[in-house]
């Protein structure tokens, strides 16, 4: 037979009305070294290109393969920022609006039963 326990909810760290409108570090952190790699491929492409191209074919066809990488990768990285910008206008239109939401406490047990829920 299972005992169950009661399980208790943790507090959180952070009221997640104010985590809504803090800038997103990670995303920025993300964003530069999306960057950087784009920029490592584009110098990697550019570094295997051969001189002489006949001889070297395959070398060529790795710097055209590794260039079309740092291409898309950069792509990603404006599609990041763009996004990133997005979410920042929407945050602060909504701060114009009606200011920063005030997060509420999770209702404990006492409180369900001064309620009358328990």
Known sequence: M?????????EPAAKPASAAFRRKVGAIIRINVKFLGAFLFGFMAWAMWPEDGYAWWQFRLLSVITGFGAFLTLIDVIK?????????GVLTELDRIGGKPKGSALA????????GMR
Do not use: F, G, W, Y
Not at 108 to 115: C, G, I, N, P
């Open 2 to 10: 299972m005992r169950s326990h009661r399980t208790t909810i943790p």
């Open 80 to 88: 990041a920022v763009l996004n990133l910008q997005k979410r920042e």
């Open 108 to 115: 404990d047990d006492d409180a369900q039963r001064r309620a």
